[in-house]
């Protein structure tokens, strides 16, 4: 497991939105699956808010599972506020970027977990598209997390045996903790990132090696 690291402010005076607060794996891969846990807010978009959140930032947490949303929400009431979204209308995005600039004066990181997921060449495009305006564009590639989605990754049924033979081609020998995106995450967010542009950040622990 991940090593839950110190609350800092790495994030201070920062507001950020985190959409699909529980998608996991796949929506990073470009397809909608939610996380088998719906409520509980394990999957990678709320580890990421309530990560952000540690850090300082004032956080806009969205998703469909209004209910869902909304406990994630109360872990920390004073750093992360829910708005119910769906990320293929654009009347939703328009209230929830309305409601950043309404309630905090500004926005300065997306965290688009719920949407189809650029590829390298794209995302690589993006950054130097809008380099020059200060926004950056990066991409994180996370390995299969235990969400329930093993069978559909790997075509092999979810048994212990079966996660013990992929487990053993990864070098760091165990699948991704959403605290693992988390934290990356964080890292491209705040300011020790701020010269990362257009990079696709894998966090696979060296399967792809």
Known sequence: MTRQLTSGARLQGKVAIVTGIFLSYNSWRGMHIANDEPGG????????ARRFGEEGAKVIITDINVEGGQKVAA?????????????????????????AFSKFGRLDILVNNAGITYRNKATKGLAA?????????NTVSPLLSGTGLFSMFTGMPDTPENREKFIGNVPLGRLTDPDDVANMCL??????????NGAEMIVDGGKCI
Do not use: C
Not at 187 to 196: M, P, R, V
């Open 187 to 196: 890292y491209l967010a705040s300011d020790e990132g701020s010269f990362i």
């Open 129 to 137: 598209e809008y380099g020059p305006h200060n926004i950056r564009v």
């Open 41 to 48: 807010g394990s999957g990678f978009g709320a580890a990421i």
């Open 75 to 99: 872990q920390n009431p004073e750093s992360l506020v829910f708005q119910q979204m769906d990320v293929t209308k654009a009347d939703d995005w328009t209230a929830v970027m309305d409601l």
